[in-house]
């Protein structure tokens, strides 16, 4: 079987009958078939596709010898009834008089169903006159239509045993549902596959009228026209077609794009220029429909997906996750299903579901209601629902593709997962050349440089993360607008990018009286964690950065990426946590707030207790009795414990913070020399960087080979600016993970 056809094999006229019949024939005699054999029939269908429905059915039930009632409410002798009743009082009418000499079998037709249904989704006062009737007499079977987008309380649906849903054309139909005329408008090749794709939710009757009212002259030489008419009427409510160019519009991401392009964008293409039938179903086969985008907010999670849309001509629709799980409490699985119809309508086409972790993370981790549980299985249920040659795509985007339901992430369902990490140097290197470009902020080379630095994983933002797609995007806005406001029509310099960045950020002063204080604690992270040979040695310490919000930092060296840590690991980091403040009792006899923050949740001591906590609650690094579970869920939040079990764990905790800060306090008592001197070259120099810092470790190894750890491999360098004070990883409510620019 070829693809292309010849006008000749096309009809030459159409009636919106013969084409209902061309496009539903199997469905049309399996429903007849049903109500021959007396059981009663609910078809789920556009609304203008019902009444022609009803004709094709009817004709083939006269052949089998059975009367229809046809029941849409109209009067039809309006002599007759001297009161009008109104569409369902004479619907109710017709039905008395139906049922009164009902002798021989009779199939009642409900084309209106949804005037039986309150708008709260009860029963009317007539649906209880109704539905008793057909009940009461075993003679009649019924025959209702139901439009997709309402919904039918329980009562009604149960009055059909049989379910049908027709939802648009199927393929190999197609060839006989356009003209010959028609056909025309395509092209000399017409070939009904290329028009399917935009077509495939459409059912028969409004295909019909699209392909009637086609404007355009015959055989063009290109059929980008008709074929976009037919695109831009096939789209329906909020469903638009995004403009976003993958590669003009997304900087960098090439490992990204080339993932996108390799697993989708490729196949895609090729079904779309294949003309084997059979090369076309294989290819549909691979392509994956479920997908899941993972990573931190900011990065291009939706931007990606808008991309995709738009470089196959998908309608895209976003749903937030938490916002449709608090609707369905209220207002049942009915959304969902809506959803999903409205986008194979407007197919080719994609629905994302922002947060999808809001409502489908792992089992066992649902909280209470067990709404979770029934929204994937509906999510499952309508991704199952799809045909291969449906162009229809889900995407889930999550900052923790972990916590997904398992069952989600199968072969078959969301089986395609894209990481979208932060933008390393060159991502963000491509992604300012966009904006500046896009902006006319005229960097200077030495700017662009100053701006990629500047973002880069030694930074972070105010709020605390790294920089992302989204922080760049922002900050080239506030150069923008910093511009303006300043007159300046010129270059960009550096200097005008750091004021960007920092013009209207609070900025934390330190108090010339403060700064012993601030460098003993600087020095003592420093000095411990040289001597934790489980932890990252030192890079960077400073009293005086050029981060506002966080003038004084220690950042270690780590490595890229970690599956996870072992217990020593986690015990160091709580070590090296402790040396600030150890470091002040030591030196000054006095502790400051500074490892407390006052309470700040990102301190030394509330990460110190959070890794602590971990290692009992979650990672099982104590002695607590096995079997240990998990006593947090996955948002971090502790479970619901005993009393003596909450002891338990609270004794395992203290054990392991009094054996760190006892460890740090023995490292620096031992090593009080080198810390005084380290703290007072501080006080002079503001930060130690770069080879001073070497050789400050070469030195240490020189004198205490066995203690100082073997010099690492050199490695990438790390993030480690926290808001005060800073070691390179915190639990974050995530212990396996070290918080970079992952
Ligand atoms: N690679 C990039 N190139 C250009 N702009 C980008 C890039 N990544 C992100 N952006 C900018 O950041 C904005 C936000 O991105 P997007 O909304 O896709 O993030 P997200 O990952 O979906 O975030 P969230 O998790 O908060 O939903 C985009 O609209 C775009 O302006
Ligand atoms: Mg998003």
Redesign the pocket.
């Known amino acids: 079987m070829s693809i292309i056809v010849t006008e000749k094999e096309l009809p030459k006229s159409l009636t919106p009958e013969q084409a209902v019949e061309a496009a539903y024939a199997q469905e049309l005699a399996d429903i007849a078939s049903k109500l021959i054999r007396g059981l009663p029939v609910l078809v789920e269908c556009d609304k203008e596709l019902a009444p022609y429905l009803f004709l094709n059915v009817r004709n083939r039930l006269r052949e089998a010898k059975l009367q229809c009632i046809y029941l849409d409410g109209r009067q039809r002798d309006p002599q007759q009834g001297a009161v009008p009743m109104g569409l369902i009082g004479t619907m109710i009418a017709q039905l008395r008089d139906a049922v009164r000499g009902a002798v021989e079998r009779r199939v009642v037709v409900l084309p209106h169903l949804d005037l039986l249904t309150t708008s709260q989704g009860g029963l009317t006062g007539e649906a209880r006159e109704v539905i008793p009737l057909l009940y009461e007499n075993p003679e009649l079977v019924w025959l209702g239509f139901k439009d997709p987008s309402f919904p039918l309380p329980k009562v009604i649906e149960n009055l059909f045993p049989c379910w049908t849903g027709i939802l648009g054309t199927s393929r190999n139909r197609l060839r006989q549902l356009v003209t010959q005329s028609e056909s025309r408008k395509f092209g000399r090749d017409f070939s009904p596959w290329q028009l399917y794709k935009y077509v495939s939710g459409v059912n028969a009757v409004r295909l019909r009228r699209l392909l009637s009212t086609l404007e355009g002259e015959d055989y063009p030489a290109d059929p980008k026209r008709a074929y976009s008419q037919i695109r831009q009427a096939t789209l329906s409510g909020h469903m638009e077609i995004p403009s976003i160019d993958l590669e003009k519009?997304?900087?960098?991401?090439s490992k990204v794009k080339s993932k996108l392009r390799a697993e989708i964008l490729d196949t895609l293409q090729k079904r779309d220029k294949a003309t084997d039938p059979e090369e076309i179903a294989r290819l549909e086969e691979l392509i994956p429909r479920g997908m899941i985008f993972w990573?931190?907010?900011?990065?291009?999670?939706?931007?990606?997906a808008k991309a995709i849309a738009a470089s196959i001509g998908a309608a895209i629709t976003i749903v937030s996750g938490p916002e449709l799980k608090s609707k369905w409490v209220g207002e049942s699985e009915e959304n969902l299903r809506q959803i999903f119809h409205k986008a194979r309508q407007s197919a080719p086409s994609i629905i994302v579901f922002?947060e999808i972790d809001s409502f489908a993370t792992a089992r066992g981790t649902y909280t209470g209601s067990g709404v979770e549980h029934s929204m994937v299985n509906q999510l499952l249920t309508e991704m199952d629902g799809f045909h291969k040659d449906e162009l229809v795509f889900i995407v889930g985007?999550t900052?923790f593709v972990e916590s997904l339901d398992p069952a989600l992430l199968r072969p078959g369902r969301f089986e395609f997962h894209l990481h979208?990490p932060y933008?390393d140097d060159d991502?963000r290197r491509a992604?300012f050349e966009?904006y500046n470009k896009k902006m006319k902020l005229q960097f200077t080379p030495d700017a662009m440089e100053y701006a990629i630095n500047r973002t880069g994983n030694r930074y972070i933002t105010s709020t605390g993360t790294a920089f992302?797609?989204?922080h760049?995007?922002a900050l080239c806005r506030a150069v923008a607008r910093l511009r303006m406001r300043e007159n300046i029509t010129g270059e960009t310099t550096p200097k005008l990018i750091e004021k960007a960045i920092t013009e209207f950020d609070e900025k934390i002063e330190v108090h010339e009286k403060d700064l012993p204080m601030v460098a003993t604690h600087e020095a003592g992270h420093f000095l411990v964690s040289i001597f934790c040979p489980n932890h990252a040695p030192p890079e960077k310490v400073t009293i005086q950065s050029d981060m506002p919000w966080a003038p004084f930092f220690t950042q270690f060296k780590h490595e890229k990426k970690r599956i996870g840590m072992s217990r020593n690991e986690m015990l160091d980091q709580v070590t090296v946590l402790y040396g600030g403040i150890e470091a002040e009792r030591l030196l000054i006899g006095d502790v400051s707030t500074g490892a407390s923050g006052m309470g700040d949740p990102k301190s030394d001591l509330a990460r110190a207790s959070l890794f602590a906590e971990y290692m009992v609650e979650v990672c099982g690094m104590s002695n607590l009795a096995a079997p240990l579970r998990s006593f947090r869920d996955h948002k971090g939040d502790r479970q619901v414990l005993s009393g003596s079990m909450a002891e338990a764990i609270d004794r395992q905790v203290n054990t392991l913070i009094v054996e760190a800060q006892a460890k740090a306090a023995a490292i620096l008592t031992k090593h009080k020399a080198d810390l005084i001197k380290l703290r007072d070259e501080l006080i002079e120099k503001k930060t130690i960087e770069g080879a001073r810092v070497h050789e400050f470790i070469e030195e240490l190894r020189a004198r205490y080979p066995k203690d100082v750890g073997a010099p690492g491999p050199e490695v990438k360098l790390g993030a480690g600016a926290g808001t005060t004070t800073d070691v390179n990883a915190t639990p974050d409510k995530k212990p396996t993970k070290k918080k970079d620019a992952e």
């Open positions: 519009d997304i900087g960098g991401y990573g931190q907010p900011g990065t291009g999670k939706t931007y990606f922002d985007t900052n979208i933008p991502d992604i966009i992302s797609g989204d760049l995007n």
